[in-house]
């Protein structure tokens, strides 16, 4: 029995088998409408969410099965102090498949420890979010056709986005990306990914602080969100977030087949006017989330 | 100062000066009822100065932990008087409970009776992370 804690779990070959099938299961979608019939999803989400949340149970739902589980942790035991680990073991007794997000860093490994049905990581605070890069690189293939020789921009909060470590350490194991690290000094990427994934690996990289300088050579720019709070001083924070705010003026230097993305929620780092530009590809990652998860649960299911 | 001859027991040679106290504390030294002598600031051709602990008796030694703390130590084992073996710890793959997560946002600080289990990532720079949260260890001083 399997489950999905950090996306280096799955081997390159396991994530081009999950592409494939879920590109197979947006061609043909009937083909797997009963696939899941009479399995359960438990969704045990110790925090609040939105997307991955409601992602998962409309995988669940359009693959054939059945959805149970909490969206709070005060809707749950652990407000009366259950542990995880006698919570999944309870739980496993429930459901087939269990999809967890928990704001304490390593509580899905705990519970894919103890439980006896694969555990999905649907986001462990500030660790990891696996099923968030298969959705980056779900996206990035249908978009780009390729998984490879691309040159992609992070930009925004590299020191704090969980998504941008994971999408880089995934990316890592590709031939031929050229990284460019778009922020302000106070938010560049830490050490361990920079020294123990991108040096070490002796990977194509470099870091500035202008996105308008890096813009036009990028075939994919991945915009996060400049969060107040990350400041030491809020001069600094109203120098810079300008400066990280995706705009059509902006976009007039990128190339024609610039691929922006986004993991959502945005607040204001790409104006809405950007939201119709053909290269805006941030709803079509949202809806890809959905498919990815559909094609991760038959795999864990071992459902063909 | 005279330290008795071991007939049977074990000899912690070559510990870098100032760490015998506390392999001592982590071997649990001080639960032996046999004599113990931790001789500090030893001179020593290969380290300048050493540490060397003497166990009166063989025991069970830890060898995670002395792998951990002390890579470099050869440990003496005798018997009837005579050098019976002579051992070097290795680098452990994986700790339990010999080091803790410092890490607040870790699992292991609001499930208190999960082990703390670290695992040995970087062999070259001795790099252990949590098995859960992936922090880093910090190295012991």
Redesign the interface.
């Known amino acids: 029995m399997k489950s999905l804690i950090d996306i280096l779990d799955l081997t390159t070959a396991e994530i081009d088998e999950l592409i494939s099938k879920a590109n197979d299961i947006i061609d043909h979608p009937d083909r797997y409408a009963e696939k899941c019939r009479g399995k359960k999803l438990a969704t045990l989400f110790f925090e609040p969410s939105t997307r991955t949340r409601l992602s998962f149970e409309a995988a669940m739902y359009e693959l054939g099965g059945h959805v149970i589980g909490f969206s709070e942790a005060s809707s749950s035991s652990t407000s009366k102090g259950e542990s995880v680990q006698d919570t999944v073991r309870a739980v496993s007794c429930y459901a087939d498949i269990i999809a967890m997000r928990h704001p304490k860093e390593g509580a899905p490994k705990v519970a894919s420890m103890k439980a006896s049905v694969p555990i999905i990581n649907a986001g462990d605070g500030g660790h990891n979010h696996p099923t968030q890069t298969l959705t980056d690189l779900l996206t990035i293939q249908r978009e780009k056709g390729r998984l490879n020789d691309l040159r992609i921009g992070f930009c925004g909060d590299l020191q704090f986005g969980r998504t941008v470590h994971s999408l880089i350490s995934a990316l890592s194991r590709y031939h031929n990306i050229h990284f460019t690290l778009i922020s302000p000094a106070e938010l560049k990427l830490p050490d361990y990914i920079k020294v123990d994934v991108l040096q070490k690996k002796k990977l194509d990289f470099e870091e500035t602080a202008k996105l308008d300088q890096a813009l036009p050579n990028l075939d994919i720019l991945y915009m996060t969100r400049v969060q107040k709070e990350r400041f030491f001083n809020e001069a600094d924070y109203i120098r810079l977030k300008d400066s990280y705010i995706l705009t059509p003026e902006k976009l007039k230097n990128a190339k024609s087949d610039l691929c922006i993305m986004h993991p959502l929620p945005r607040v204001n780092e790409i104006s809405c006017a950007v939201d119709d530009d053909p290269r805006a590809c941030y709803f079509h990652q949202v809806l890809n989330g959905k498919f990815i998860r559909m094609a991760l649960i038959l795999k864990l299911l071992e459902i063909d | 100062m005279i330290i008795d001859a071991i007939r049977n027991g074990i000899v912690i040679d070559h510990i870098p000066a100032s760490l015998s106290m506390k392999l001592y504390r982590i071997l649990g030294l001080d639960d032996l009822s046999c004599s113990v002598a931790v001789l500090k600031n030893v001179a020593s051709s290969k380290l300048g100065r050493k540490d060397i602990i003497k166990i009166d008796e063989i025991i069970d030694l830890n060898w995670d932990v002395l792998g951990y703390i002390a890579p470099d130590i050869t440990v003496n084992i005798i018997r009837d008087g005579e050098l019976a073996e002579k051992r070097h710890p290795q680098l452990p793959t994986q700790l339990t409970n010999v080091i803790f997560c410092e890490?607040p946002?870790?699992?292991?600080?609001?499930?208190q009776?999960?082990p703390h289990i670290f695992k040995l990532t970087d062999p070259e720079q001795r790099i252990y992370r949590?098995?859960?949260?992936?922090?880093?260890a910090k190295k012991h001083e």
Not at chain 2, 130 to 136: D, L, P, Q, T, W
């Open positions: 890490n946002r870790c699992i292991t600080t609001t499930e009776e999960l949590c098995i859960y949260c992936e922090a880093r």
